[in-house]
């Protein structure tokens, strides 16, 4: 079987961390990398028997790279702390994993995600898919702050199951994230966006709410559709504030 190492970022986790630890136990090595948590994070990962490593935390794309360095397998199925992997995800890596070669060097996995206890079918979530499971001698995360992805130097495919991913707990827990969201992306856009307009604070987000309530089905999914759209506009709204405050300092 190839030997596969199976890595966690986390920061105030501990909750999460109890759910899907025992999930992850087959795999040859578990690395918790976290950001200095101050729940009892740390000590769930220590005493299911992951590694725990811990580095400050700069970005999402930075921490995961590290991470990458740090583990002793070339093959590698990194989850989030709010992610679960299914039992036929699982089970599809796994018979991968005993095959004498790996067909591609990078595997997409398809989310289904979850918003407050409700399955959200569509809202622009619908077609969530991330690059997880991967050979780290062809991959890297991109540096980018905001929606980095992984960049393969090689072949990619896409397995057939998904993860579950438990976004927000609640409507506070989504606004605090996309704050800081806003504030890596409006770094991400100073290079290319020399001045904000009335089309940037105005017309963007109009246009990212009718994308995610109109165009990609958000009416569907009612009332926690709706939010989702207004919170992505409002996202993009904020990025452009913070941005002109940058300019104007």
Known sequence: MIPVSVIIPTYNEEENLRELLPLVQWADEVLVIDSFSTDGTCQVAES?????????????????????????????????????????????????????????????????NYFMGQKIRFSGWQNDAVIRFFNRSSCQYEDKKVHAEIQCNGSTSRLKAVFKHYTYRDMDHFMEKMERYAAWSAVDHASKTKKVTVYHLSIKPIARFLKHFILKGGIFDGTIGFKISKIMAWGVRRRYLLLKEMQQE
């Open 48 to 112: 299911l028997g992951a590694t725990l490593r811990q580095h400050e935390y700069e970005y999402s794309a930075a921490q995961k790279n590290r991470a990458i360095q740090w583990v002793k397998n070339d093959w590698i199925l990194l989850i989030d702390a709010d992610e679960r992997p299914t039992k036929d995800l699982i089970l599809e890596i796994q018979t991968m994993l005993y095959n004498p070669s790996i067909p591609h060097q990078a595997y997409w996995i398809r989310r289904q």
